[in-house]
């Protein structure tokens, strides 16, 4: 039976939690997914839309919405490339900033919640793991739990 697998488990366990998640970012103005580009940005603002999806690794019509929502809720803006016309850049703006500990603190309370449920013991091995499961993400500009070799 499926929902006797790991992979049903994991899928049911990442549900759950991007729900909770997703409840606590509406409170900040933020549709689930968006916190993934914003996380991008505040890693390295003015990245170029294809630049975006090349670290999201989702499809451009993705992420023309979401920056078009988030310009729209003023968090971002876009500028033109002053050599390149037809390429735009996109920088946080003040109110996208101020996102950033916020939302980090979502991810990391979520993080410990998670953690709570295990004996002290068993936290470490559980995040060995799952770093071992993600040990090198396909997306630039991702950090694994490890270090890749």
């Given at each position: 039976m499926l929902d006797e697998t790991l992979t049903y488990a994991l899928?049911?366990?990442?549900?759950?939690?991007?729900?909770?998640?997703?409840?606590?970012?509406?409170?900040?103005?933020?549709?689930?997914?968006?916190e993934m580009l914003l996380n991008q940005l505040w890693r390295e603002d003015g990245l170029s839309q294809s630049e975006l999806i090349a670290r999201l690794g989702v499809e451009p019509p993705t992420v023309t919405k979401t920056i078009?929502?988030?310009?729209?809720?003023?968090?971002?803006r876009r500028t033109?490339?002053?050599?390149?016309?037809?390429?735009?850049?996109v920088h946080l703006t003040e109110a996208g900033r101020a996102l950033q500990a916020p939302v980090e603190e979502i991810w990391e309370r979520n993080d410990r919640e998670v953690l709570a449920q295990l004996a002290p013991e068993d936290r470490a091995t559980m995040?060995?793991?799952?770093?071992?499961?993600?040990?090198?993400?396909?997306?630039?500009?991702?950090t694994p739990l490890h270090r890749c070799d």
């Amino acid at each position: 039976m499926l929902d006797e697998t790991l992979t049903y488990a994991l899928i049911k366990i990442t549900k759950v939690h991007r729900y909770r998640v997703a409840a606590e970012l509406t409170e900040l103005g933020l549709h689930v997914g968006q916190e993934m580009l914003l996380n991008q940005l505040w890693r390295e603002d003015g990245l170029s839309q294809s630049e975006l999806i090349a670290r999201l690794g989702v499809e451009p019509p993705t992420v023309t919405k979401t920056i078009q929502r988030l310009e729209r809720a003023g968090f971002v803006r876009r500028t033109p490339d002053p050599n390149r016309p037809r390429l735009s850049h996109v920088h946080l703006t003040e109110a996208g900033r101020a996102l950033q500990a916020p939302v980090e603190e979502i991810w990391e309370r979520n993080d410990r919640e998670v953690l709570a449920q295990l004996a002290p013991e068993d936290r470490a091995t559980m995040v060995r793991l799952v770093g071992q499961l993600w040990a090198c993400p396909s997306a630039e500009g991702e950090t694994p739990l490890h270090r890749c070799d």
